[in-house]
């Protein structure tokens, strides 16, 4: 049995561009590069237009990794979508890692979309409830944060039910299926779906993206632009030897005037919100302490309304941090 052909086949059931565009793949030496060309194959027969022009580039698997490694997020993996970007004047730039379940995307300038934006785009397509990990944008855990100027996207539907999850595959699967959640987006580039068996997979949460621009009435980047702004410290790891002491000592320092508290996974504070209509309120940030289970180490997201606040925010919680370290 042919099982590509037959991965390809239901593939293509969710592939629906309303126009045409180009994207630039860049599989990283990986897997999809096989799969992705057996499904704009069979795209493109005669009794359809097809609609995405794909370019490919490291499109054969092998494990050396000779291009830039299997990892998007290491330095430097993304030059050489960017310029491919740029040169086929694309609409798009996707990125995967070795084995597929991660997925990054570039905006048709070559810019990189954090994956909180990439979640928020794939919100637009799919009817809550949704799952957001602890650590995910304001963007996607508040139910009325302001969306795109024009209100392209979501059409006036709510952002409503809304479930929180500890990072990781475990506990988003459980929740997902708990909830009968649609989706559910990790800041790490996973993206699961209820369509997809609720596993997370790079290939199909690219095809929803492709089919969210093609109904744009814009180009992505212009889109994006008119996003809400929100600055993150991404994920800063401190070497600990007492984690549990570090998180209570955070927890007093901060406890009188934060708005929120949950502890989920770690602890997460919340102090105001733009959904509470304040605008860019000095007070405006939230942050996510949470201890690693496997070594001496303390995770610590931040994520601000402007970046003098980051700043400042990340220099204090250093401080408070570092008084164990």
């Known amino acids: 049995m042919n099982y590509l052909n037959l991965y390809a086949d239901f593939l293509k059931r969710f592939l629906k561009p309303k126009r045409e565009l180009k994207v630039v793949f860049d599989c990283s030496d990986g897997v999809t590069g096989i799969i992705l060309k057996e499904l704009f194959r069979k795209s493109n027969v005669k009794s359809q237009t097809l609609k995405v022009t794909p370019f490919f580039i490291n499109d054969k698997v092998d494990g050396n990794f000779p291009a830039h490694g299997p990892n998007p997020l290491a330095n430097g993996a993304t030059k050489q979508l960017e310029k491919e970007v740029k040169k086929q004047k694309a609409d798009l730039g996707v990125i995967f890692d070795g084995d597929g379940d991660r997925v990054f995307f570039l905006d048709n300038k070559g810019r990189w979309i954090d994956p909180n934006e990439s979640a928020?785009?794939?919100?637009?397509?799919?009817?809550?409830?949704?799952?957001?990990?602890?650590?995910?944008?304001?963007?996607?855990?508040?139910?009325?944060?302001?969306?795109?100027?024009?209100?392209?996207?979501?059409?006036?539907?709510?952002?409503?039910?809304?479930?929180?999850?500890?990072?990781?595959?475990?506990?988003?699967?459980?929740?997902?299926?708990?909830?009968?959640?649609?989706?559910?987006?990790?800041?790490?580039?996973?993206?699961?779906?209820?369509?997809?068996?609720?596993?997370?997979?790079?290939?199909?949460?690219?095809?929803?993206?492709?089919?969210?621009?093609?109904?744009?009435?814009?180009?992505?980047?212009?889109?994006?632009?008119?996003?809400?702004?929100?600055?993150?410290?991404?994920?800063?790891?401190?070497?600990?030897?007492?984690?549990?002491?570090?998180?209570?000592?955070?927890?007093?320092f901060y406890k009188k005037s934060a708005k929120k508290i949950s502890k989920i996974d770690g602890i997460t504070m919340e102090f105001s919100s733009p959904s509470a209509g304040s605008g860019q309120n000095s007070s405006e940030f939230w942050f996510n302490l949470r201890p690693s289970n496997t070594e001496n180490l303390i995770r610590l997201n931040i994520e601000t309304t402007s970046k003098l606040l980051l700043d400042k925010k990340l220099k204090e919680i250093k401080k408070v941090i570092s008084f164990e370290s």
């Open 120 to 252: 928020y785009i794939l919100m637009q397509i799919f009817k809550p409830p949704y799952v957001v990990g602890i650590v995910s944008s304001w963007r996607l855990k508040e139910s009325n944060v302001k969306g795109p100027a024009e209100g392209e996207a979501r059409q006036g539907r709510q952002m409503s039910k809304v479930f929180v999850s500890r990072v990781g595959h475990y506990f988003f699967k459980n929740l997902m299926r708990k909830k009968k959640a649609s989706l559910g987006l990790e800041h790490s580039g996973h993206y699961y779906f209820k369509d997809f068996f609720y596993c997370d997979s790079g290939i199909f949460a690219a095809i929803q993206v492709i089919n969210f621009i093609s109904g744009l009435k814009t180009d992505l980047a212009s889109w994006l632009d008119k996003l809400p702004k929100y600055y993150r410290s991404g994920e800063i790891n401190f070497r600990i030897e007492n984690k549990e002491l570090v998180l209570r000592e955070v927890e007093k």
